[in-house]
Structure formats: structure tokens, C-alpha cells
């Protein structure tokens, strides 16, 4: 059967995880076609990550999914039980980097969810399917890659047919995890160590909550003799995972049917009567790599394809979506003619510390314990603080950033008002009141440039001479386009 060719698709994603899905849904909500496609039929059905962190969740919120995310959810407190048995009424808390209900509320409209991986991705596809510019298609796989000083071209076929689509696109994300067929035809190398412990993870169904009663956590590290490991909730109902690391070779679990799953259970959780459903049993080894770079030409590395970190620290799925938003609004931008091809540049100047500092942090046997200070500074990457305007409870400093760039001033701030547009890249100019500017710092007639990732450009104080010179200059500096306010 003969190949049959699409032409001219700004943005071709691939791969439908998290960090695909991300990076789709923040194109398509600017306006700029992208294809995502998928080798798997369906999303995963496995639970994987479950720690959806605050800066993760205040992008959820800013695409109006919270509700249908928490949904999935349990309510916990985000930080680890450490306690001989689940039984046990003994217990101390462990800090892993994640903050309270209470800090939470302090720092960010929202707070980090415990949802399961297999139920954020189906809301994640919804929303992008939801949305004219995205193009979906699953059950394809990509065969081949090649490149030229116009984009790419890339050849996917369907198993099931074996029909060939031949895809060109401007730009090429590579969204397609650990094993990223992409990242082998780039000829990008993984950095780190690989094989660094094996672990056999038992996912089962089982009434653990009445167990614990208001011991409520994101993480239960379980330290009887007989039975050392952890056990995570999987989000809505009583789905869990227990979860024991071993020596390579040794320990392993044979299948749901192994008669030592059920002694580890009652042992772990210190129910003798306990019987639990067991749903599925895997094995995995933690790896801790980055990618050498994360960009070739018009291709470009996101999640996993990137990073390969352990569970330790819950970071793993966050930045693959921080690297999703990343860069999904940095294409956009370019694809717009909003900014010259220059900012993509930043991309990795930005997210590769982020990933080297999160893959080192997992490689760490006590990576996950963490202060939630030390956490949040790298989870919410220097963004705008938070804080709520006039009193009110709904709307957020945060809420004001745009699409473009967002300028945002006190009442003193005239001069700032008056601000226009340099160049191509469009330029809202937003008031707050005291309370908030006084957060921002820039009470008085101050002003701080934002980006759409509401991360700030540049901050001024009122005594700046020339509003309109200072902020040119800063967005040229950011999109490498020169323009007149």
C-alpha cells in the first residue's frame, strides 16, 4: 500500500504520557496544530505515579481541571508514615518535599494531589481531544527520522495494518519515555547509572483506610522483619501498592498467584485475616540517567525520554509536565512568530539543571526525604508568588498571567499602564492592589514582566526613567525579537 504523506503540521508530538499530553494541550490552547500520536492503542492502565505536585496541580488548575483530577484522588497528608506495620498506632512522620494542606494554602491557590497516573492521563487525552487545533492518533509507531533545515519528516506506521503515514512537521518533541526509540535515532547518549536496585511492586485492592483511620499519608514505609517495604494508596477506593526493594536476582515475586505475596501483606500491614485482591505484580530496576542534551536540530527530548529518575522523591512525572509546559508555550511562541527560534534555546538552558538536580536527588537512598521548603523552591521554579487579590479567595496573582507576556503594576503605576506591545509578541498590563504588590514587591508604582509560565522577566522599582525602555529591552532579551513600545 502506498505511504501516504501529511504536509505542513507545525508540531508533530510523540508519545501520549504526561509530558506528551502536556506539551500538546499547552500548543493547542495557543491556536498551533500539533499531531500527537501513540504506539499503544489506550492510554496505560498502570498507576505509576501518584504525587501530582503544587506547581503541577497550579497547571491543571489553570486549564480548569482540578475538579476532574482530585476526582481520582484520595485526601492525604503529602508526607511519609514511617511505622513497623500499618496496625501499628507507632508511627514518625518523614518530610519528602512535599508541603502541607496549610503550606500549601500559603503559597499557591491549590495544592498537590494524590492521583493515580492512569487517571490524570485520561483526563489529560479528553482535554486535548477537546481542543480544534490537536490531532490524535493512537496505535502508531514511529519507524523512521530524518531531518533537513526545514523540520523533520518522520515515517509511522500501524502495526496492525502496517500501513506508513509519512509526517513533516516544523518541530518534533519526543515524548516517548524511558526507551525512547526518538531520543536512539538522534543519537543522544543517557548519562548516570542504570541497575541501581531492583524492586517488585504488588498492586492490590484491599480495605487498608479502615485500617488506618485518620492516619491518612501520600507514603507508608512499613519496617517489620518480615516484611520491609512501602505501600502508596493508588488513588479513589482502596487500590494499593506495596512495594520492597531487593538485591538483582533476588526476591523476586512470580506472579499474582505467589503464596508469599499474601504472608507479606498480613505481615506488613499486621492484619493476620487480611485478604487482599491482588491485581497485578511487577519488577523494575531504578535507574537515575539524563540525556546528554535535549535537543537535536528541530527535535526536542521531554519526561522520560530526557530523565529516567527513581520514585525517590515523587519528582519524576512533575517535570516531565514542567517540561512539557516548558516547552509547549516556547514552540507556540515561535510557531506564532511571537518570538524568534532563539528562545527555544532556553528550553534546555532551563529544564536540563532541573532534571539533572531531580535525577541526582533519586539516586540517593534517602532521596526521598526532603524539607518542604527545599522541595518547593525546585518544584515551583522561581514562579510569581502567590497571593490573593482584594480579599478575595478565587483569584490568584497567578490567575492574571496570560497567553503573552503580563505586566503587572500597583494603582501608583501610570507610567506602566501605559505600556503597549514591543514588537510581535502581545502585552497585557494588569492592575493589583496593595496587598498583592506589596507580595510582588512592587508596591509604590513598581512592575515585574511575566511570562505565560508565570515566571518573572524583570522587576521595577517606580523610579525606573523609562518604563518603555526598560521593558523593550527585556523582551528582546527573552524573545530575541526587537521591537517599539
Keep these: 500500500m502506498p505511504a501516504a504523506t501529511v504536509h505542513d503540521v507545525p508540531v508533530l508530538v510523540i508519545g501520549a504520557g504526561p509530558a506528551g499530553l502536556t506539551t500538546a494541550i499547552t500548543l493547542a490552547r495557543y491556536g498551533v496544530g500539533c499531531l500527537l500520536v501513540e504506539r499503544r492503542p489506550a492510554p496505560s492502565t498502570l498507576p505509576r505515579a501518584t504525587a501530582v505536585s503544587t506547581r503541577t496541580m497550579e497547571i491543571l488548575r489553570s486549564w480548569g481541571l482540578e475538579h476532574q ?25 518523614m518530610p519528602l518535599g512535599f508541603p502541607t494542606r496549610e503550606g500549601a494554602a500559603r503559597v499557591s491557590p491549590t495544592q498537590p494531589a494524590c492521583v493515580p497516573q492512569d487517571h490524570l492521563e485520561p483526563v489529560l487525552l479528553e482535554h486535548l481531544r477537546s481542543l480544534p487545533s490537536a490531532d490524535v492518533r493512537m496505535g502508531l509507531e514511529l519507524t523512521a527520522l530524518e531531518q533537513d533545515s526545514e523540520g523533520v519528516v ?21 515524548a516517548d519515555g524511558v526507551h525512547s526509540s526518538v531520543r536512539a535515532a538522534l543519537g543522544i547518549p543517557m548519562e548516570g547509572p542504570d541497575d541501581l536496585v531492583e524492586h517488585s511492586t504488588v498492586q492490590f485492592r484491599a480495605p487498608l483506610w479502615a485500617l488506618l483511620g485518620a492516619r491518612r499519608h501520600g507514603l507508608y514505609v512499613v519496617t517489620h522483619p518480615d516484611a520491609p517495604g512501602i505501600f502508596v494508596p493508588l488513588g479513589a477506593g482502596d487500590r494499593w501498592l506495596y512495594g520492597q526493594e531487593h538485591a538483582p536476582g533476588q526476591g523476586r515475586l512470580t506472579g499474582p498467584d505467589d503464596v508469599r505475596i499474601l504472608h507479606r501483606l498480613r505481615a506488613a500491614t499486621g492484619a493476620p485475616d487480611l485478604t487482599p485482591k491482588v491485581e497485578r505484580v511487577g519488577h523494575f530496576s531504578f535507574a537515575a540517567q539524563i540525556a546528554s542534551r535535549y535537543r537535536e536540530q528541530h527535535a526536542f527530548l521531554v519526561g522520560d525520554a530526557a530523565h529516567r529518575v527513581t520514585p525517590r522523591g515523587g519528582t519524576g512525572m512533575n517535570t516531565a ?26 528550553y534546555e538552558a532551563e529544564r536540563r539543571p532541573v532534571g539533572l538536580h531531580n535525577t541526582s536527588r533519586s539516586a540517593d537512598p534517602d532521596g526521598s526525604r526532603r524539607d518542604a521548603a527545599d522541595g518547593l523552591a525546585v518544584d515551583l521554579g522561581g514562579r510569581l508568588p502567590h497571593a490573593w487579590l482584594s480579599g478575595s479567595r478565587r483569584t490568584s496573582t497567578l490567575d492574571l498571567v496570560g497567553a503573552g507576556l503580563t505586566l503587572l503594576t500597583d494603582a ?12 510581535a509578541s502581545p502585552l497585557e498590563v494588569r492592575t493589583v492592589d496593595d496587598a498583592a504588590a506589596t507580595v510582588l514587591g512592587i508596591r509604590g508604582g513598581g512592575a515585574v514582566l511575566v511570562r505565560p509560565d508565570a515566571r518573572p522577566v524583570a522587576t521595577w522599582s517606580a523610579a525606573v526613567a523609562d518604563p518603555a525602555g526598560v521593558v523593550r529591552t527585556a523582551v528582546t532579551g527573552l524573545t530575541g525579537s526587537a521591537g517599539a513600545p
Design 412 to 423: 501608583a503605576g501610570s507610567p506602566w499602564r501605559r505600556m503597549v506591545a514591543p514588537g
Design 154 to 174: 518522520a515515517s509511522l506506521r500501524e502495526p496492525l495494518t502496517g500501513r506508513v503515514t509519512l509526517v513533516r512537521a516544523s518541530f518534533l518533541v519526543a
Design 69 to 93: 483530577v482530585r476526582a481520582g484522588g484520595v485526601e492525604v497528608e503529602w508526607d511519609a508514615w514511617v511505622t513497623e506495620t500499618l496496625s501499628s498506632d507507632q508511627g514518625v512522620p
Design 321 to 346: 509536565v514542567h517540561d512539557g509546559h516548558d516547552l509547549g508555550w516556547k514552540l507556540a511562541w515561535v510557531v506564532r512568530g511571537w518570538a524568534a527560534p532563539v528562545l527555544l534555546d532556553s
